[in-house]
C-alpha cells in the first residue's frame, strides 16, 4: 500500500479502535458491525455501527483522483 491509501484510510481505522477501547471499557453488553460497500468511482463506503453510524467514503488503492475521505455521524 502507498502513503496516499494508508492516509485516506487511517480516519476509518482510527475511529474502530476508538470504538474497541469504548466497547471494552463498558460494564454491559457491545456490539461493533462492519459494513462495506462498493461505490462508483472506485471508492468505498464504510460504515460503523456502534449506537451510532459513523460514514466514511474512501478511495480504492491505486486510485489516481483526489481523495474524497469524509465522515458523517447518523444517531442511530
Known amino acids: 500500500m502507498n502513503a496516499k491509501v494508508d492516509s485516506d484510510q487511517q480516519p476509518v ?3 474502530l479502535l476508538e470504538l474497541v477501547d469504548d466497547v471494552l471499557a463498558h460494564d454491559g453488553y ?3 458491525r462492519v459494513e ?8 468505498k463506503e ?3 455501527h456502534c449506537g ?3 460514514r466514511y467514503v474512501i478511495d ?3 486510485e489516481q483522483g483526489a481523495a ?3 465522515e458523517d455521524v447518523n444517531p442511530a
Open 60 to 62: 480504492f488503492p491505486g
Open 52 to 54: 451510532k453510524q459513523y
Open 68 to 70: 474524497s475521505s469524509r
Open 13 to 15: 481505522k482510527a475511529k
Open 30 to 32: 457491545g456490539d461493533i
Open 46 to 48: 464504510v460504515i460503523l
Open 36 to 43: 462495506v460497500r462498493i461505490l462508483k468511482r472506485r471508492q
